[in-house]
């Protein structure tokens, strides 16, 4: 008799404890999910604890949660994953800390962005100031494409092949694994592919994808680029630039574009001030001719020209004809394995709980082109909240906070476990006598 009341007090107990460990920080409800890793597009709601992803189902209790936010009507999404940015700023004149890069917190939460890779603004020399000034500490998760060249994407200095040195620039990209997540090459104009060879060989010894900006020396071809060189997984950015260096030839889409998507060459936008034309991209989507990846070429010169920001490019794409669930597979679990980061850009249990909710606006937009022109759409996604390893980073409209005049004069913010913007002070013990 004994020995079963005891069961059934240690029976109670596991049920308590079960409960306490089901409980959830945060959770958002009816929201449309798209996570293309786990092939859900439907209503269901997300659940977060402990800054993962704890659950994603179609009706969690909204009692199991610390939290909860009515997301209906809107889009959850994993948070957005945009691998071209140059985020280095600093006293000098390029992208490599330099005026031409931003500090990406200021421009990547409100755009849903919560990971980043900079694109070779940085080389081996300098690699370690810009993680201890911008990586170590932006809010935004900032990995990078490590510049062949030893002084990164510093002007002239991208020419000198001289200091395009294998062994310590693969020694910087293995030390710093999982932060340093490709190498770069871009802006080269000599007739040689020495830059190239040599990213390819830090690209082999790290087993980590280059990317390369093509250059300007006309006399190589993407195809010898993409045949001779490059491994599937590497990575032609600019993929929709305006022909000159041979995406487009004699108006329909270089075939050896096809023959390198089948080797499993990536093919990533990166906008940019100038590196996007509506004529390529129309002819592309004519012919069958899509990226992997939509990302922003995000610096001081395309940030307020016709790039904006990564949304207006997803929504450029959406105006070009591409579904949405199509260009969210671009733009979150695509770049993420094409920079071998596969925690990130899905809603999976267990994933970091980086979130986007996005609300798609209906109406008359425009999107403009770097060389002119305008596409009409009807559709433009807007962020309405963003959250990163759990914590709202960003919330638009305050969906999650309380109206004013309903709070104590001297309550403030919301608490620790889901609130990343101004989260409430723990208040000193009471004294007792």
């Given at each position: ?45 997300v659940a977060i604890k402990d800054g993962k992803i704890a659950a994603v189902a ?131 104009s000599g007739p040689d592919w020495t830059p190239y060879e040599r990213a390819e ?233």
């Open positions: 008799m004994l020995r079963r009341a005891g069961m059934g007090l240690l029976a109670l107990a596991l049920a308590a404890r079960g409960d306490a460990q089901t409980g959830y920080d945060f959770l958002l409800e009816g929201g449309h999910v798209i996570d293309p890793r786990n092939g859900i597009s439907a209503v269901r709601d179609p009706d969690i209790p909204a009692s199991e949660a610390l939290k909860r936010v009515d997301a209906s009507g809107l889009y959850v999404t994993p948070g957005l994953v945009d691998i071209h940015v140059h985020a280095y700023p600093g006293e000098g004149t390029t992208y490599s800390r330099g005026f031409r890069s931003v500090y990406p917190d200021g421009f990547t939460v409100r755009s849903c962005v919560t990971t980043v890779a900079d694109a070779g603004s940085s080389g081996w020399r300098n690699f370690d100031d810009f993680k201890s000034r911008i990586i170590d500490q932006s809010k935004t998760r900032v990995v990078a494409f490590l510049n062949i060249v030893g002084a990164g994407m510093a002007g002239d200095a991208e020419q000198n092949v001289a200091d395009m040195e294998v062994e310590p620039t693969a020694d910087t990209a293995m030390k710093h694994k999982g932060v340093i997540v490709g190498i770069k090459s871009a802006h080269f060989e830090v690209g082999r010894l790290a087993d980590i994808p280059v990317m390369v900006d093509f250059g300007s020396a006309r006399v190589r071809t993407i195809a010898e680029l993409f045949t001779k060189h490059f491994r599937p997984g590497d990575i032609y950015t600019h993929a929709y630039a305006g022909g000159g260096r041979g995406e487009i030839i004699d108006g329909k889409v270089n075939p050896a574009i096809f023959v390198a998507q089948k080797k499993g060459i990536i093919f990533d936008i990166g906008h940019g001030g100038s590196s996007f034309t509506f004529r390529t991209a129309a002819q592309a989507f004519k012919e069958g001719y899509y990226p992997d990846s939509l990302s922003t070429d995000l610096h001081i010169g395309s940030m307020n020209a016709a790039m904006k920001d990564m949304l207006n490019v997803m929504s450029k794409f959406l105006a070009l004809g591409m579904s949405l669930d199509d260009v969210i597979v671009r733009s979150t679990w695509n770049p993420a394995r094409e920079i071998k980061l596969e925690q990130l850009g899905n809603l999976a249990v267990g994933s970091p709980a980086d979130v986007a909710v996005l609300r798609l606006e209906k109406g008359t937009f425009g999107f403009v082109g770097p060389r002119g022109g305008r596409l009409d759409g009807t559709e433009r996604l807007g962020c309405e909240m963003t959250l990163r390893d759990g914590k709202v980073v960003y919330d638009l409209n305050g969906m999650t906070r309380e109206r004013w005049d309903t709070m104590a004069p001297d309550e403030r913010g919301g608490d620790p476990r889901w609130d990343g913007i101004s989260p409430a002070r723990p208040r000193p013990p009471t004294s007792s006598r």
